[in-house]
């Protein structure tokens, strides 16, 4: 009777270390934020706030000179590490390969979400005028 017990106990046990361990993975994913004054936290402010707030066309020139060309920000994580964007369209940046030289846009209108490393963005440009 007393290994009845004993099993018991050490099941427990497993199932508290194995709770403890899912919960510390929990709290260390990552949350997006989508509200452009959080976000102003982490980014410059006119970058998260017109980004973010306005459907238009932007670009996110990277550190190796290509250019991504997006229509807004829709999402930054909290660690500062990543953003959602979404991808202009290839009819949107026509042109603009002869001016900044790569251009990075969606390949088709119904794939045009994306996630880029803030890390690797050295400027972010407007692309349109009004």
Not at 36 to 41: L, M, P, Q
Not at 69 to 96: C, F, K, N, Y
Not at 115 to 127: D, G
Request: hydrophobic share 50%.
């Amino acid at each position: 009777m007393d290994w009845i017990g004993l099993v018991g106990g050490l099941v427990g046990v497993a199932s508290f270390v194995l709770s403890l361990l899912e919960w510390r993975k929990v709290n260390k994913k990552i949350a997006m934020l989508h509200q452009s004054g959080k976000a102003a936290e982490i980014l410059p402010a006119w970058y998260a706030q017109r980004m973010m707030d306005d459907e238009w066309l932007f670009g996110l020139v990277t550190s190796d000179g290509r250019m991504i060309a997006i229509t807004s920000i829709s999402a930054v994580s909290d660690d500062g590490q990543w953003m959602d964007v979404e991808l202009a369209e290839r009819i949107q940046v026509e042109g603009l390969e002869n001016r900044y030289g790569t251009v990075i846009c969606a390949v088709a209108p119904d794939r045009a979400s994306a996630s880029v490393q803030i890390n690797a963005i050295v400027a972010a440009i407007e692309l349109q005028t009004s």
